[in-house]
């Protein structure tokens, strides 16, 4: 009964267009009034109280990083050295969409940013030399998933934090699979773009063409050094390595590149407010409702369904990715590892899954649902910035779908992928 | 959880739904302990009391944020270290003073008797009622760079330890260099050398795994955590008199439950740290008192926190 | 008048970047203390994730404002213009209750941690300069549901919002 009102009231209120954070609160509220009696007070001591943690605070860090790095001129480089690299081959313009978003995953915590950061240029250019603007924007899109697989990661972190699973493993576990997916993704858009006569719009810039180009980018390529070096080396915590990248970020728009003036910077904290305090929002209140799901021990039925169906590990984990997938398409990636991560994790490592590994498959599973409607965010960015249509992004995204299932199936099956950084150096 | 407003009105007898929720894994002593006390209260009140348990921090994952939950009346009880409390009423510190007690002996002889009388009776102004004290015991401090025997040795040591003054300040004057650290983040912290040291009692070392990622620990016995029991006021006073009787009762029997299983247990844990390759030195007397002279000037420093009579109290009991 | 418009376009964002840089500046000076100077910082993080609480609930209301907050659309659109305006009628109408509630809950919260004296382990600041950070949040995404309201009834605000997105 208490369920019932719980989910249904959820699915309710987000159908109703609420916001996905306040209908997480309305449903917890719909269901103390009516279904529980766990007191209202809890709700808004949750809401504070999910948001007094260090840890937590990656998240708003590492967007405001994100956000600054685009300002500081950072991401135009990557851009640069990206088609330097891969401009000159058959459907260049995709494959240095591909890999331009690998490089900005490297520094940025997030999908949609990421399809932000690249789309806003790569889309039109592609537009421009007759791609395709179904596929200019679907690649895009998929393309931004790897920013929450590659570390940084946001996602990561809100795992980190609710798996009780170290967030320097995760980010060390990403690094592989993240590579896969970008790997998998530059094959299907290179058959693809050979089909439909994509030639190469960058002439081969040669040896010193591409020193230059790296160059030109070293700022850039420096972030990951530092922060992932930061962060292995001891020197800081995942945190700190935000901030520390926000400060870097920082010193070289003003004082490097100097293409940020003091306003974009005021601008870029006003933004990263915007982006942190609506996903932050999201976790203070999806704590909520997490918290009305153990009171009601839902975490302990499903782990009993789903054991009693099968104890193999590998029926288990495709359970799961089905679950995961289906999921995806209909809720965000925050909320649900907040909701999902005490249901899966203890049936998960029960039949012997490394607690990592299954947090690269759950991640994985959900940035898949950035690209699947209804609910797809990078689909929304993509579709915004390219100026196409949603519909029509999903009509050419079908082949690059299959490219991520390809990689989840390999991430899924091959723990090895994700468990061999972490323990190579940790 | 619903519906049973219309099961107590049939038979005309009031029920009650408690949770408890504390930090601690489902290994523990605590939760061990806590389970014979869910069976017991429920068994002698004939299920007028039902009650349920949220081990693992699956509610809350901050004890400061369950005791909060407790005085609001979010959740109905929870077992937690009595640091946190130090938040609420300064007085609780008493309990964190380095090198107050002398063994657990006198710790349980102060906390069931005088001390713990008039801590407890700090706490009803506050929403909670305390009903019994328990242990997670003496702590001791773990390290990558070598065995502690003297304050030297913690110079420059980059040491995690709880969020209380009444830690930090005497990690301070021990030369160490000590910074709190949200404990989900230790085992990284520790294993990449973010941090160098930590403090713990064995019982929360061996659980965490801890000892994997340091290479020496020494029995200093510098601080004693007791944890305590802790139940909404409200709702405690509106109980029938032979519900809190029997509540009040099996509290009793839970910390001596407790209290008894955690000693096994650390004794047992202790052994098995050593065989996973931690090396173990032992403070001697001499080494002991220079870590405690220099503790001792500090209790001077929370004297207007705390209060004289009830610093003298501990130490009294302590002596004898 | 031009103070008004002020007020209503920046008043939380200012508030909530003032948030961020300190923030950015606590947990910026706990590494270089930690490093350059060799001493650890007990009030630092502490500090840092008070100011967090108040980046967020301040931020929740200046999304408001924006229309950042994350939705989705998908139901709404498949009704004519008429329903989806009774939709985001609804739609304003609970989240507004749920603000309403937010406020008067966390003030009742603010209320009891203040009678009670609770103090930060750290830096001994009373709770409830933190916790007020909750019941303002709230208080101020009802007043811009109320505004937003008035926008969907007043076509020329309306119009004026799309541009300025
Ligand atoms: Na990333
Ligand atoms: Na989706």
């Keep these: ?426 | 959880s619903n519906g049973s407003d219309n099961s107590a009105a049939n038979r005309g007898q009031e029920e009650f739904e408690l949770g408890i929720t504390y930090v601690v894994a489902e290994t523990q002593s605590t939760h061990l302990a806590a389970e014979v006390f869910k069976e017991k209260v429920e068994e002698r009140t004939d299920g007028r009391v039902s009650i349920e348990l949220y081990p693992a921090g699956s509610l809350y994952a901050s004890e400061f944020d369950a005791s909060e939950a407790v005085q609001l009346g979010n959740i109905e009880m929870t077992i937690t270290a009595t640091s946190p409390l130090a938040g609420f009423i300064d007085e609780f510190m008493v309990i964190d003073l380095p090198y107050l007690f002398s063994d657990a002996e006198s710790a349980y002889e102060a906390l069931d008797g005088d001390l713990g009388d008039q801590l407890l009776g700090l706490l009803p102004p506050l929403g909670l009622k305390g009903l019994s004290f328990g242990e997670t015991g003496f702590r001791q401090i773990t390290n990558n760079r070598g065995p502690i025997e003297s304050p030297d040795d913690l110079s420059g040591l980059r040491i995690r330890t709880m969020e209380t003054p009444a830690h930090i300040r005497p990690f301070q004057e021990w030369g160490a260099n000590p910074s709190p650290l949200a404990f989900g983040e230790l085992y990284t912290a520790l294993q990449q050398g973010t941090y160098d040291a930590m403090e713990a009692p064995v019982s929360l070392i061996y659980s965490s795994r801890l000892h994997e990622v340091q290479d020496y620990l020494t029995v200093s016995n510098h601080f004693y955590t007791a944890t305590i029991m802790l139940i909404n006021d409200d709702l405690f006073n509106e109980m029938p008199a032979d519900i809190q009787e029997i509540i009040q009762e099996e509290a009793l029997a839970f910390k001596d439950l407790q209290r008894e299983l955690a000693s096994e247990q650390e004794a047992e844990w202790f052994e098995a740290i050593q065989e996973d390759g931690i090396q173990v030195n032992e403070l001697s007397d001499d080494q002991r008192n220079v870590f405690q002279e220099i503790g001792l000037t500090l209790y001077d420093e929370f004297e207007d926190e705390i209060g004289r009579d009830l610093i003298d109290l501990a130490i009294e009991i302590s002596e004898n | 008048m031009n103070l008004l418009k002020l007020l209503d376009e920046r008043a939380e964002q200012v508030l909530a970047v003032f948030a961020m840089i300190v923030m950015v500046i606590l947990v910026f000076i706990q590494v270089i203390f930690r490093y350059v100077i060799n001493a650890s910082l007990s009030w630092s993080e502490e500090l840092a994730r008070y100011a967090h609480i108040w980046m967020v609930w301040l931020s929740a209301s200046y999304a408001v404002r924006k229309s950042a907050h994350i939705k989705v659309e998908m139901v709404k659109n498949i009704f004519n213009m008429k329903t989806q305006k009774v939709i985001n009628v609804i739609a304003l109408l609970l989240w507004f209750a749920f603000a309403l509630f937010f406020a008067w809950q966390g003030l009742s919260m603010v209320l009891s941690v203040m009678e009670r004296g609770q103090r930060a382990a750290a830096t001994r600041i009373p709770m409830w300069i933190v916790y007020i950070a909750l019941p303002l949040g709230g208080f101020l995404m009802s007043f811009r549901l109320v505004q937003r309201l008035y926008f969907l009834f007043n076509s020329a605000k309306a119009a004026e919002e799309v541009e300025t997105k």
């Design chain 1, 1 to 426: 009964m208490t369920i019932a009102f719980l989910f249904g009231s959820l699915i309710l209120y987000i159908a109703l267009n609420i916001p996905i954070a306040i209908s997480l609160g309305l449903s917890a509220l719909t269901t103390l009034i009516f279904a529980s009696n766990v007191s209202y007070g809890m709700i808004v001591q949750q809401a504070a109280t999910s948001l007094n943690s260090f840890p937590i605070m990656a998240i708003p860090f590492f967007m405001l990083a994100g956000i600054l790095m685009s300002k500081a001129g950072i991401s135009k480089r990557l851009l640069n050295l990206a088609n330097a690299l891969v401009g000159s081959f058959t459907g260049g313009l995709a494959q240095a969409t591909i890999l331009a978003s690998m490089f900005f995953s490297a520094i940025s915590g997030s999908g949609p940013a990421t399809v932000a950061a690249i789309g806003s240029f790569m889309i039109p250019t592609m537009k421009d030399n007759n791609y395709d603007k179904g596929f200019a924007a679907s690649i895009t899109a998929t393309a931004g998933s790897i920013g929450v697989i590659i570390p940084p990661s946001i996602p990561f972190v809100v795992y980190g934090i609710t798996g009780e699973v170290s967030i320097g493993a995760m980010f060390l576990a990403g690094i592989i699979p993240g590579i896969i997916i970008g790997l998998m993704l530059m094959i299907f858009s290179y058959i693809i773009s050979k089909k439909n006569n994509y030639s190469a719009v960058y002439k081969r810039v040669g040896i010193k063409g591409l020193i230059k180009a790296i160059n030109d980018a070293k700022w850039a390529l420096m972030i990951p050094i530092v922060v992932l070096g930061g962060i292995y080396g001891g020197i800081f915590t995942p945190t700190e390595a935000a901030v520390i990248a926000v400060v870097y970020a920082i010193f070289v728009g003003l004082f490097v590149y100097r293409e940020m003036s003091l306003k974009d910077l005021y601008d870029g904290f006003a933004e990263s407010c915007l982006v942190a305090g609506t996903t932050m929002v999201i976790i203070a209140l999806a704590i909520s409702f997490s918290y009305l799901m153990t009171v009601e021990q839902v975490p302990r039925t499903i782990a009993n369904f789903i054991t009693n169906f099968s104890e193999n590990k590998l029926v288990i984990l495709l359970l799961i990715n089905v679950f995961l997938i289906f999921v995806g398409a209909f809720i965000d990636t925050i909320s649900a590892i907040i909701v999902l991560t005490p249901m899966l994790l203890p049936v998960v490592t029960q039949v012997g899954v490394d607690p990592v590994h299954f947090g690269v498959i759950l991640v994985a599973n959900l940035a898949i649902g950035f690209v699947t409607p209804p609910v797809g965010v990078n689909l929304f960015v993509a579709s915004n910035i390219g100026l196409v249509s949603i519909e029509r992004i999903v009509r050419s995204i079908i082949p690059l779908f299959i490219a991520l299932i390809i990689s989840l199936i390999l991430i899924t099956y091959i723990p090895f992928l994700s468990t061999f950084l972490p323990e190579f150096f940790l």
